[in-house]
């Protein structure tokens, strides 16, 4: 084990599904492999396959990631998700006093950037300058075009710092170039012992459905970004391979500036995917607690420490990756704000390593809850409780709710335990869907 702090560049896809890259069984595309930076990194570091995000839904996870903590205990994670109506609003937001992972790590010695999506509550009451970033370039709102940098009302939204900052390119170009520029920026210090965190939160592929050639379709799509008239699998594997390859210059950064021994890169994304997304085996998706929703990739490399070619099916969720690097940083817990989240240090020294994780969910929409625990999973959806053994059965087809009830009222009285331990759902609390039954059929 290295006794230099890594430096760490935690990137998150957005709306990704659990089989979208090569390296968790997707197909090719047309053009060939999707995902070939990753499925490296995957095959030089460690792939966790029974990972999870907080919520099957962006802004709540991000919550969880920042603050090390379940969502549930924030007023703002409460929104489903945040959305522009939130505009101006001092509650529905990262309050900026609450202790945050960057925060926790600037406060070590750390350098700090968040470079993509922030998505936790709109200034002047939040930002990401307020909770603990020195840096931040990205956009403020849940989705943006990848041309014009607007959001869904309408309204420019391309960040540097606290200013807006109309710059011209593809926005996932534009978020991999200010990655390479930090990493060069940040090096010469980190090689002085002073490290970086490198928050890179890329709003691919979430919707719109554009890649680097269709900046015509800005225009088209301007009036609705949910572009629920296009999009396909062609262009949406276009669209993570330009994630992917840009993933690539960062990863050459790292080895011209000599830091990529010494750096912990760990990659996911916010939810399960989304209309155009691969989740085989996995049923369902975003805004659904079926493992479609919630089970996403999780890749961990750092050559110093990190043995190649590992799998772990050790349980994890969001909230842990922050909690472990707060503590690979050599920093600790707020002690009015403990951390739900638990440290995966000991994973990431040797593979084999398990430990028991109960996973705990909720969500306003369709009044879902679930409880991940061992081999089995407690879920309720639109009031039916259901019980399925995800080794045996990952696509939640065979309940066995009533062959083991003891099982089931046992995990359901565990929920509901926890469930008093969190704030209840805020009677004003919205769902924002976006499209229904009305615009595609159901998954």
Known sequence: MTTQRPNIIFIVADDLGFADLGCYGGREAEFGPVSPVLDRLAANGLKFTQGYSNSPVCSPTRFALMTARYQYRLRGAAEEPINSKSKGSTTLGLPPAHPTLPSLLRSAGYRTALIGKWHLGYPPAFGPLKSGYEE????????????????????????????????????????????????????????????????????????????????????????????????????????IHHMDEGIGWVVDALKKTGQLDNTLIV?????????????WPLVGGKMDLTEGGIRVPWIAHWPAVIAPGGTSTQHCMTMDWSATMVELAGAKADAAHPFDGVSMAPVLRDARHQFERPLYWRMNHRGQRALRMGDYKYLRVDGNDYLFNIPADERERANIAKREPARLDAMRAAWEAWDKTVPAIPEDATISLGYSVKDMPQR
């Open 136 to 239: 931040f370039f990205g956009p403020m709102s849940g989705g943006v075009d990848y041309f014009t940098h607007a959001s869904n009302n309408g309204t420019h939204d391309l960040y540097a710092g606290e200013e807006e900052k109309h710059e011209e390119g593809y926005l996932t170009d534009l978020l991999s170039q200010r990655a390479v520029d930090y990493v060069k920026r940040m090096a010469p210090g980190a090689t002085q012992g002073t490290p970086f965190f490198l928050s890179l939160h890329y709003t691919a592929p979430h919707w719109p459905w554009e890649t680097r050639e269709d900046h015509a379709l800005a225009q088209e799509v301007k009036d609705n970004l949910f572009h629920l008239h296009g999009g396909n699998i062609h262009t949406y594997h276009r669209m």
């Open 267 to 279: 990659f996911t994304s916010d939810n399960g995917g989304e209309r155009f997304s691969d989740n």
